[in-house]
């Protein structure tokens, strides 16, 4: 399941929605950035919500159905791992991939909708405060394991192994965050995401 898991996230939802939509290729443009906020500035909001509910079903499906086989929570958390770094280093595009924060979130839903409404709702939040997508991401991941204690304790150490590897994935935002250099959401054009 692990490397089912590897192999499903390295489908690039924003590669292939971008060729539907016969749009560039989001590595080459934008932030460079094959996720759901550069296909949002690069083709509009159908083409990156096709993006962000391909990436989330690439979490859940694994996952989910290893839930199902009766996987033990320290493997799940192993698979929505894999899942994950499919989607950054995936096999099909050259190793060349997103941030996994779609795809991480996927990989949290089959937890229960208690915990995914939490993380949606902290993501908007944050996004409305702040403009920032990438700032969004980083408080959600932070505070996942935080709420999965209080609502599923035996899965706060496969939720924390996610929630390191986005926050890790993000080191370059954080920095252009702390610089104050990193683009808002509804920055059209802009280069780093």
Do not use: Q
């Not at 996230?9 to 934008?30: E, M, T």
């Not at 990436?55 to 996952?63: F, N, S, Y």
């Not at 915990?115 to 939040?125: D, E, F, K, P």
């Amino acid at each position: 399941m692990i490397t089912l898991a590897y192999l499903a996230g390295s489908i690039s939802s924003a590669v292939l929605v971008c060729r539907l939509f016969r749009l560039p290729d989001p590595r080459s443009l934008g932030s460079g950035n094959p996720g759901t906020t550069n296909v949002l500035r690069i083709g509009g909001r159908l083409p990156a919500a096709l993006t962000l509910i391909f990436d989330v079903l690439k979490g859940t499906i694994p996952v989910w159905s290893s839930y199902f086989l009766g996987i033990e929570p320290l493997f799940l958390g192993f698979i929505a791992v894999a899942a994950c770094v499919g989607h950054i280093f995936p096999l099909y595009f050259g190793f060349r991939g997103g941030k996994a924060v779609a795809t991480a979130l996927g990989a949290m839903l089959p937890i229960g909708l208690d915990l995914s409404g939490l993380l949606i709702l902290t993501w908007g939040l944050t996004v409305f405060a702040s403009g920032y997508s990438s700032l969004a991401a980083i408080v959600t991941v932070s505070l996942a394991p935080l709420y999965t204690y209080f609502i599923k304790p035996e899965y706060s150490l496969p939720v924390l192994m996610l929630s390191v590897l986005i926050i890790a994935r993000h080191r370059h935002n954080i920095l252009r965050l702390y610089r104050g250099e990193e683009s808002r959401v509804w920055d059209k054009g802009k280069t780093n995401e």
